[in-house]
């Protein structure tokens, strides 16, 4: 089944650093969302990558996809204190099923 | 701006009750769907909604579970029998089309 898989699990950085986290993925998709949710809130979407892109950028987000690889990157650049939160990459099947399926999750934190 | 509104925000409830989870979507989204997250583990799909209809749903989403649009504003989620294991977060989100996702701050579930 499609799911997406994040890595690290945990990615604990200084503030002012660059971090960034990965996502694989199985099966063919039209595009690759990610998402941000801070602890006991709701999920917000960031920034959407198309299966025919290989990188976007949205303000100090960069996300990176190779659909040979089946995976994807997102960078956060100048991090900030708060950053601090868990970072979701989420696929939506080729076949045009009306649903994304999220992966486990970077948990990452900003240290100041 | 626009947003995703959840209802109630914590429900606590015995093993065998019947729960309702309550959204208001974003008024001209056409696609509806919820999500769970049982504690520290990643966001599962359960149902989508388009056109009055289900349009997708997972193995979790069983005879247990209904989703139904009974006016022009309100989605909601049924458990019927609710059991120990369906504690979670509970996340609604509405889209307009097949890409952004739209959350909801969700309504976290105890089931004693």
């Known amino acids: 089944s499609q799911q997406g898989e994040e890595d690290p699990q945990a990615l604990s950085i200084q503030e002012g650093e660059n971090a960034t986290m990965n996502c694989s993925y199985k099966?063919?998709?039209?595009?690759l969302q990610w998402y941000r949710q801070n602890s006991g809130r709701g999920l917000v979407h960031l920034i959407l990558?198309?299966?025919?892109?290989r990188e976007k950028h949205s303000g100090r987000l960069r996300v990176t996809l190779d659909t040979s690889k089946k995976s994807s990157s997102l960078l956060i650049t100048a991090s900030r204190a708060a950053d601090t939160a868990s970072y979701f990459c989420?696929?939506?099947?080729?076949?045009?099923?009306?649903?994304?399926?999220f992966g486990q999750g970077t948990r990452l934190t900003i240290n100041p | 701006e626009p947003e995703v509104t959840q209802t109630p925000s914590h429900q606590v409830t015995q093993m065998g009750q019947e729960v309702i989870l309550r959204c208001v979507p974003i008024?001209?989204?056409?696609?509806f769907y919820w999500y769970r997250q049982i504690l520290g583990q990643k966001v599962e799909f359960l149902v989508s909604?388009?056109?009055?209809?289900?349009?997708?749903k997972s193995e979790i989403f069983d005879d247990q579970f209904s989703v139904e649009r009974p006016d022009g504003s309100n989605f909601t989620l049924k458990i019927r029998s609710t059991k120990l294991e369906d504690s979670a977060m509970y996340f609604c989100?509405?889209?307009?089309?097949?890409?952004?996702?739209?959350f909801g701050e969700g309504s976290r579930l105890t089931v004693l």
């Open positions: 989100a509405s889209s307009r089309n097949t890409g952004e996702l739209f």
């Open positions: 099966t063919s998709i039209n595009n």
């Open positions: 990558i198309r299966s025919n892109e």
């Open positions: 989420a696929t939506d099947a080729i076949s045009g099923a009306q649903k994304l399926v």
């Open positions: 008024s001209n989204h056409l696609y």
């Open positions: 909604f388009y056109n009055n209809e289900i349009s997708e």
